[in-house]
């Protein structure tokens, strides 16, 4: 088992920047890929970013390009999302996701076997 707990959501406001961490506890961090994944009010859970084990691989939605960035501290057994230049449709609660088989479309859902609480991001305009 692995428990995931985010933190570091909260209120900003449009342009700024915001830095979520996601601690993983109770089995050996770095031989998960991890994912972020969003889900705005009525909609569906989305595909932020992921990073391979290593950290060697990122994969980034269309959408945070250039904004987002992915990395991980398998020292420290935590990944963190930077949100820079946030827009008012970055709105979500976030997800951070461990995925142990690490194959697959990492921006597929259903690959993932663990997945954290979440933590609210709301970007004001």
């Known amino acids: 088992q692995v428990q995931l707990v985010e933190s570091g959501g909260g209120l900003v406001q449009a342009g700024g920047s915001l830095r979520l961490s996601c601690a993983a506890t109770g089995r050996t961090f770095s031989t998960f890929l991890m994912g972020w994944f969003r889900q705005a009010p009525g909609k569906e859970r989305e595909f932020v970013a992921a990073i391979s084990r290593g950290g060697g691989s990122i994969w980034r939605a269309d959408s945070v390009k250039g904004r987002f960035t992915i990395s991980r501290d398998n020292a420290k057994n935590t990944v963190y999302l930077q949100m820079d230049n946030l827009k008012p449709e970055d709105t979500a609660v976030y997800y951070c996701?461990?995925?142990?088989?690490?194959?697959?479309?990492?921006?597929?859902?259903?690959?993932?076997?663990?997945w954290g609480q979440g933590t609210q991001v709301t970007v004001s305009s």
């Open positions: 996701a461990a995925d142990e088989e690490a194959s697959g479309t990492v921006s597929d859902t259903g690959i993932y076997d663990y």
